[in-house]
């Protein structure tokens, strides 16, 4: 659980974009040449950071709306295990006794 | 009607992230233009930096919901996959089910129509004794076996002669109406069905203690007909007689 949650925090902080913008204003104070990369390495940033989320699955719904079809389908899948089991179980052909 | 208008998260993240474009834009503009004209901005440039920060911290908490939102997607994939093949085993049990359905109508049909003939059966039955007698007046009558004493000659035959059909109420009926006309002793005696003495043949096998047609078969013989001075048409039908020592017809003693 620990080990997960650092990863979430890690991966946050990747997509950061305050240390590129910092970055930039270093450059521009210290009047570098530099700036024009840093520049670019935000453009690029910013574009992959678009690309990531345009493939990242299950986000075209808000979450409630996530959960609520999560709940469907667990709903779902119980309610056909139920049908399953009540009609392998059943037996119509009870013969009759002897009498 | 809010759920339907909450946003999606991928759409959420997209307008943050231009957000975060546009002032990350306007403040590096707006420094470099203070820094080229020597003016210090009167703090705008701080509430641009703190929409920033603001902006780039909704932006990562977006990013964590969205992968959370994709592991929970992960298990939605499963439950549609299980849903799947749930899907496909009722389908089986259904087609099972129809299988069955339709084996047991056929069975209740013809077990239905079993039970209409038995009914049918009950209604006309009939006693064993009345069939059996029917039984011994056919056999009586030479019909499945020749008698004992048939030799070839005799006139009998396993069916109605002419003479007999005309001896019956048939021919009493037929010559009703032309009693008179025909003046023939022979034909008069024929339309009222007796026969003279003159014309009742007599043959070696006759004897008063046997009645024509009431003598049951007992012995297995084949014959061949050649009767003397007989109707040729009766020639044409039967050439040969048989008994048979495995005949229906019951025992009359």
Redesign the interface.
């Known amino acids: 659980m620990a080990v997960a949650q650092a990863k979430?925090g890690k991966?946050?902080?990747d997509?950061?974009?305050?240390p590129l913008?910092h970055d930039?204003?270093k450059c521009?104070d210290k009047d570098s040449p530099d700036v024009h990369q840093e520049?670019a390495k935000?453009k690029t940033k910013?574009q992959e950071?678009?690309e990531q989320?345009?493939n990242?699955?299950?986000?075209?719904?808000?979450?409630?709306?996530?959960?609520q079809?999560?709940a469907t389908?667990?709903e779902?899948?119980r309610t056909?295990?139920q049908?399953?089991q009540k009609?392998?179980s059943l037996c119509m052909f009870d013969a009759p006794k002897a009498s | 009607m809010a759920?339907l208008a909450?946003?999606?998260?991928?759409e959420r993240?997209?307008s943050v992230?231009d957000d975060?474009?546009v002032l990350?834009r306007e403040?590096?503009e707006m420094?470099?233009l203070s820094?080229s004209q020597k003016l210090p901005q009167p703090g705008e440039d701080t509430q641009i930096l703190e929409l920033?920060?603001q902006r780039?911290k909704e932006?990562?908490?977006l990013?964590?919901?969205?992968?959370?939102?994709?592991?929970?997607?992960?298990?939605?994939q499963l439950?549609?996959k299980?849903?799947e093949k749930?899907?496909r085993?009722?389908q089986q049990?259904q087609k099972q089910?129809k299988e069955a359905e339709h084996i047991l109508a056929t069975a209740v049909y013809q077990a239905k129509e079993k039970l209409k003939s038995i009914d049918k059966a009950r209604k006309g039955s009939i006693s064993s004794e009345e069939i059996i007698k029917y039984a011994h007046r056919i056999s009586a009558s030479n019909a499945v076996c020749a008698p004992l004493n048939w030799v070839p000659g005799d006139p009998r035959r396993p069916y109605p002669t002419d003479l007999e059909m005309r001896s019956g109420l048939l021919g009493h009926m037929a010559n009703l109406p032309t009693n008179g006309v025909n003046g023939h002793l022979p034909g008069d005696a024929l339309a009222a069905g007796r026969l003279p003495d003159v014309l009742t043949p007599h043959y070696p096998w006759q004897s008063s203690d046997v009645s024509v047609g009431m003598l049951p078969p007992h012995h297995s013989n084949d014959f061949s007909l050649e009767p003397p001075g007989h109707n040729k048409e009766n020639e044409d039908d039967v050439e040969a007689m048989s008994t048979d020592s495995s005949s229906s017809s019951s025992d009359s003693d």
């Open positions: 979430l991966e946050s902080d997509c950061s974009l305050l913008v930039i204003i521009m520049l935000l910013i950071a678009r989320i345009s990242m699955p299950g986000i075209e719904s808000s979450p409630p709306e996530q959960q079809q999560l389908l667990r779902q899948v056909k295990n049908l399953l009609y392998k | 759920a909450e946003k999606s998260t991928k993240l997209l992230l975060l474009e990350s403040l590096i420094l470099a820094r920033l920060v780039d932006f990562q908490e990013m964590a919901v969205a992968q959370q939102q994709g592991k929970v997607h992960q298990e939605m439950l549609e299980e849903v749930r899907d085993d009722i049990l089910l």
